[in-house]
C-alpha cells in the first residue's frame, strides 16, 4: 500500500528534508526532487538585444547542491577504482630459491609481465655472473656475460621513470634480492648465472627470464578478483585497501 506524500511534504515545509521510512521511495524521490526545485529560483531578464539567465541559489540552495557535488565526486572516485584494482590484481611475484647450487646445473626459464616481481636466490654458489646483480644483467639467454651482453637495469628498460628502483634486496648468494619489472617494460630477455664451488665439471645454475607484454584481450578486460563478485562492500574495501595485493608464485628448485 502506497503511503500518503503528505508525510514528506510537511517534512520539506520545515525548511529541510530528510528520508522517512513510512514514505515509499518513489515518494522520497519526488519530494527531494520537489524540495530542489524550491531552493533555486531563476530571474531572467531581458537586456538590449540580449536575453540572460541569472541563477539566484540561497544559503540553503548552496550547501544542497555542494553536497550533490561531494556524492558525485565519492561515486566517481569509487567507478574509476574498481579498474584500477583489476589492473594491480594482474600483477604476480615470482620466487625462485635453487636448493641446488652446489650439487648440480640447472636451466631454469620463467616468462613475466611488466609489473611483475621477481625474488630469487641461490645459496651455495661462489658467485654470480654478471657481478653485481643488483646494478646489473646480462641481456639475452646465453649464461656467458660479456661486455657486450652486460647491461644496466635502465639501459634494459629505458621506459622506465628515471627514479624506478629495479632492485631490493641482497645480492641473491647470502641474502635473497628482488627484481621489479617496470609497468612501462617492453619485451625483453636476460639471464643470471651462479657458480658452484670449483670441482670436476664447471657447475652453475642459470635463470633465464622474458619480459612478454600480456595478451590484448586480458589489458582490455582485466579480471576483478573473485571477492569483488560477492557483494558490494568487499570491493569498496579492496578499492581502497588492497590496492598494492598481488599473486605470488613461488618456486623452490
Avoid at 27 to 32: R, W
Avoid at 226 to 247: C, D, K, Q, T, Y
Wanted: some cysteine; hydrophobic content about 35%.
Amino acid at each position: 500500500m502506497r503511503s500518503s506524500p503528505l508525510c514528506c511534504a510537511r517534512r520539506s515545509e520545515r525548511g529541510g528534508f530528510n528520508f522517512s521510512r513510512r514514505c515509499t521511495l518513489l515518494d522520497n524521490f519526488v519530494d527531494f526532487v520537489s524540495f530542489i526545485r524550491r531552493q533555486v529560483t531563476f530571474d531572467i531578464r531581458s537586456l538590449i538585444g540580449t536575453d540572460v539567465a541569472t541563477v539566484h541559489i540561497p544559503h540553503r540552495g548552496r550547501r544542497t547542491m555542494m553536497a550533490l557535488r561531494v556524492c558525485c565526486l565519492f561515486v566517481a572516485v569509487l567507478v574509476h577504482s574498481v579498474p584500477l584494482l583489476s589492473m594491480t590484481a594482474l600483477a604476480e611475484e615470482h620466487y625462485f630459491l635453487f636448493t641446488g647450487c652446489m650439487l648440480f646445473s640447472s636451466v631454469k626459464r620463467v616468462t613475466v609481465k611488466p609489473g611483475d616481481t621477481v625474488t630469487m636466490r641461490c645459496p651455495g654458489a661462489t658467485s654470480t655472473t654478471p657481478n653485481g646483480v643488483t646494478t646489473y644483467t646480462c641481456q639475452g639467454p646465453d649464461p656467458e656475460c660479456t661486455d657486450g651482453t652486460r647491461v644496466t637495469y635502465p639501459t634494459l628498460f629505458p621506459k622506465a621513470p628515471s627514479d624506478f628502483q629495479f632492485w631490493s634486496g641482497g645480492d641473491t648468494l647470502s641474502t635473497t634480492g628482488t627484481l621489479h619489472i617496470p609497468p612501462e617494460a617492453d619485451d625483453a630477455t636476460f639471464s643470471y648465472r651462479w657458480d658452484a664451488p670449483s670441482g670436476g665439471m664447471k657447475e652453475h645454475t642459470r635463470l633465464v627470464i622474458r619480459v612478454r607484454q600480456p595478451p590484448k584481450e586480458e589489458r582490455a578486460a582485466p579480471n576483478v578478483p573473485h571477492s569483488a563478485h560477492s557483494s558490494f562492500m568487499p570491493m569498496i574495501s579492496a578499492a581502497f585497501g588492497a590496492l598494492g595485493a598481488g599473486v605470488a608464485i613461488t618456486q623452490t628448485i
